[in-house]
């Protein structure tokens, strides 16, 4: 199985100032036939379902606003939320598609400063 | 828009069975992989089964397997989830996912349903 690790847990920033979430995979996600990383980030507010953010590792998915970015290659990704929001507080999780069992990150709490 | 409705958890007994549904509307699911998420209260999330458009393949995650059971009725455009020999650490909302881009990308979410095993 793929062990995904984030980090940090919790992390808290002011507002308009940049988040920045790192996630780890145990091995590489990188499909070498069509070079596609198979990682994807979501956002899950309280009481809500995941909402998927990013696929292929840095693809936005239709309305994310631009300030939200992915990147990275291989085994290191990188979550980054450029000038928080107020509605940006939420848990956001990593997740793994290259392989089953479909394996998520431990999640990290962004709150406000 | 996509729309995914959860339904059949409650309350069951260790030991217990229940059949989760899903249904979509404004969708067609037989074009698509679906998956069920698990999430316990308070606890992160953690993917517990997939099948593909036909229904030829499924995938599952080892805690649940040989008791749980995904299948899909395309006629019905629904999803299903058949849980035996429950245990307390399988109380959790239940979420059923749509995978549209890909079928391991989890794009579409319900609003799950909770599924509490407890004497």
């Known amino acids: 199985d793929i062990v995904m690790t984030q980090s940090p847990d919790s992390l808290a920033v002011s507002l308009g100032e940049r988040a920045t979430i790192n996630c780890k995979s145990s091995q590489s996600v990188l499909y070498s036939s069509n070079n596609k990383n198979f990682l994807a980030w979501y956002q899950q507010k309280p009481g809500q379902p995941p909402k998927l953010l990013i696929y292929?590792?840095?693809n936005r998915d239709s309305g994310v606003p631009d300030r939200f970015s992915g990147s990275g290659s291989g085994a290191d990704f990188t979550l980054t939320i450029s000038g928080l929001q107020a509605e940006d507080v939420a848990v956001y999780y990593c997740q793994q598609y290259y392989s089953t069992p479909l394996t998520f990150g431990g999640g990290t709490k962004v709150e406000i400063k | 828009e996509v729309q995914l409705v959860e339904s059949g958890g409650g309350l069951v007994q260790p030991g217990g069975s229940l059949r989760l549904s899903c249904a979509a509307s404004?969708?067609?699911?037989?074009?698509?992989?679906m998956n069920w998420v698990r999430q316990a209260p308070g606890k992160g999330l953690e993917w517990v089964a997939n099948i593909n458009q036909d229904g030829s393949e499924k995938y599952s995650v080892d805690s649940v397997k040989g008791r749980f059971t995904i299948s899909r009725d395309n006629a019905k455009n629904s999803l299903y989830l058949q849980m035996h020999s429950l245990r307390a650490e399988d109380t959790a909302v239940y979420y059923c996912v749509l995978g549209r881009k890909h079928g391991w990308l989890l794009d579409y979410w319900g609003q799950g349903t909770l599924v509490t095993v407890s004497s």
């Open positions: 292929w590792a840095s």
């Open positions: 404004d969708f067609t699911l037989s074009s698509s992989w």
